[in-house]
């Protein structure tokens, strides 16, 4: 069963490969690549700052003239985020490492700059030393003298060490707690002492409040007494519940009498409402008939026709019991 992607191609018999031309790329030619920034840097232009592995698309090409031990040198070109501006830095692979050119500043390179410093000086004193043995005696010397010295030091500083260790850190630390027990003792004390005061001024306004007031009902009850005292109050208390009296009663008898004129006496005990007439004296003697008398049975009602309401009856009653009565 054949593949479905076949990488075989058809070589005819007369395949010659030397045939085929060449391409001629110049030796100077850049290829894109990405990479990310080696060290932090700063822009010249605006100032902003690119910190080290932020990731650019970057311009590569072969440093014309410059080898080191046979290795080629490879510079870059990149641009600024900010103002893109163009910035470039090869590689140094003496110090394997970075070199910057044009475009920005390295942050962070007095460091490097201190110890080539130190690694120039090293070699300038090698090479005094491999010829002039004085030169050596003198070193020597010197180093020895500043051996002693950072021995003194590391000596002053163990006594100090040893100084800080007998301290008794806990009995400080109790010190110190004795003493803030003693501050607040004294801050609660002065708290109760101003309270106190506090209380026995309220206690004093009080007693102050209350004998006042003590004062003036002695001097109510004082006034009360000295007006009893006097001997025609009786007589004025008196004559005041008299004189209520008959007022009260003058009052009920004239709501009596105006009843009584307005409607006539109902309620009285043993005056009937109806009254038989007496058989009159000057009558004639003749014979007692059965039937009743009539003329005894009829009721001395005054003509309603008179007054043409219930309340002149009830007059006429009342007058008619008084008649009977005289």
Excluded at 2 to 12: A, G
Excluded at 177 to 197: G, N, P, V
Aim: net charge neutral.
């Amino acid at each position: 069963m054949s593949e479905r992607k076949v990488l075989n191609k058809y070589y005819p018999p007369d395949f010659d490969p030397s045939k085929i031309p060449k391409l001629k790329l110049p030796k100077d030619r850049q290829y894109v690549v990405r990479l990310m920034a080696p060290f932090n840097m700063r822009c010249k232009t605006c100032g902003e700052y690119i910190y080290k592995g932020k990731k650019f698309n970057a311009r590569k090409e072969t440093v014309q003239n410059e080898i080191y031990l046979g290795l080629p040198i490879f510079r870059f070109y990149i641009k600024c985020t900010r103002c893109l501006a163009e910035i470039t830095f090869k590689t140094d692979p003496e110090n394997t490492d970075y070199a910057m050119e044009h475009g920005a500043t390295r942050n962070f390179q007095a460091e490097k700059l201190i110890e080539e410093e130190e690694k120039k000086v090293q070699q300038e004193r090698e090479e005094e030393e491999l010829n002039n043995p004085m030169k050596v005696l003198e070193n020597r010397t010197r180093d020895s003298k500043l051996e002693m010295e950072v021995l003194e030091n590391l000596q002053e500083l163990k006594e100090l060490n040893q100084r800080q260790a007998r301290v008794d850190f806990e009995g400080m630390l109790d010190k110190y707690k004795e003493l803030e027990q003693r501050q607040r003792q004294m801050e609660q004390e002065e708290d109760e002492r101003e309270t106190k005061e506090m209380m026995d001024r309220a206690l004093v306004k009080r007693l102050r409040d209350s004998d006042s007031d003590e004062e003036t009902e002695s001097a109510n009850e004082r006034s009360r007494k000295r007006a009893a005292d006097k001997p025609t109050d009786i007589l004025t208390a008196e004559a005041n519940a008299g004189f209520q009296a008959a007022t009260s009663q003058s009052v009920k008898k004239q709501k009596l009498e105006s009843w009584e004129k307005s409607v006539g006496v109902l309620g009285v005990k043993g005056t009937p409402l109806v009254v038989r007439k007496k058989a009159a004296a000057s009558a004639p003697p003749g014979p007692v008939s059965s039937k009743p008398d009539t003329s005894t049975s009829s009721v001395s009602i005054s003509n309603p026709s008179q007054n043409g309401s219930s309340l002149s009856l009830l007059g006429a009653y009342s007058d008619s019991d008084d008649s009977t009565s005289d």
